[in-house]
């Protein structure tokens, strides 16, 4: 029973370096989404996904792109990174149907942009 | 424009004591109030929730109050303990618009000494 799987769990990235955030669910729900959370400043949505085949902006979508591969998978790439972009990163998914219930984070990724 | 506001920060309540944290919204259409309880090194996990057309709900320790007229609503731990030591954090979505994501607070930092 995984939930919600995010790789990798650490990285370190030079200014300019680009890569990609992957995210795996496998509870069978339709929306996804992609969170990132800094101190003082709570959970702050970047893109989501209603269903395969569709994203969304966000609260802060600048420097960031998504694919909603198939259902089970959701990417965020970052395709040259800011220190502006240090962070830990959440993908988290829920289903629509209850979609007040089901929101499931992964464990997150740490992102150091130096 | 922040559409959730939580506080305090960060509390510190000694083991047996009642921690509240409060949350004010602005959005009138939210019909979902969430709170995520969030442990070093881990994604937020569901701890409760309440719908507007309530007034309290209670599992266990945990107690949502809710007051639509104010726009606000609380969250109180009742005989606090020193496993309760996270951050919590309020949000708020619209059933009719839940894919789009959850709206945070910026997250409360509890610590209960024992």
């Known amino acids: 029973n995984a939930g919600v799987t995010q790789t990798p769990k650490f990285q370190v990235l030079k200014t300019g370096q680009s890569m990609t955030l992957q995210c795996a669910q496998d509870?069978?729900?339709?929306?996804m989404y992609w969170y990132r959370q800094d101190p003082g400043m709570g959970l702050r949505l970047i893109y989501y996904?209603?269903?395969?085949?569709?994203?969304d902006k966000g609260e802060v979508p600048n420097g960031y792109n998504v694919s909603r591969l198939n259902k089970r998978e959701f990417s965020l790439r970052l395709e040259s990174a800011a220190p502006s972009q240090t962070s830990v990163y959440f993908c988290?998914?829920?289903?629509?149907?209850?979609?007040?219930?089901?929101?499931?984070f992964g464990s997150g990724t740490r992102l150091t942009v130096v | 424009q922040q559409q959730v506001k939580q506080s305090p920060q960060s509390l510190i309540v000694q083991k047996g004591g009642i921690s509240i944290i409060n949350c004010a919204y602005e959005?009138?259409?939210?019909?979902?109030f969430p709170w995520y309880q969030q442990f070093p090194g881990k994604g937020p996990a569901l701890l409760i929730a309440?719908?507007?057309?309530?007034s309290e709900k209670k599992e266990g320790r945990f107690t949502i109050s809710f007051n639509k007229s104010a726009k606000q609503f609380s969250l109180h731990i009742m005989d606090s303990q020193p496993g309760d030591s996270a951050t919590y954090f309020c949000?708020?979505?619209?059933?009719?618009?839940?894919?789009?994501?959850?709206?945070f607070g910026k997250g409360t930092h509890l610590i209960i000494q024992p």
């Open positions: 959005n009138t259409a939210f019909d979902y």
């Open positions: 509870m069978n729900h339709n929306s």
């Open positions: 949000a708020a979505t619209y059933s009719g618009g839940g894919a789009d994501g959850l709206t």
């Open positions: 988290a998914s829920s289903d629509e149907r209850k979609a007040n219930y089901g929101y499931t």
């Open positions: 309440i719908r507007p057309d309530v």
């Open positions: 996904s209603a269903s395969e085949g569709t994203t």
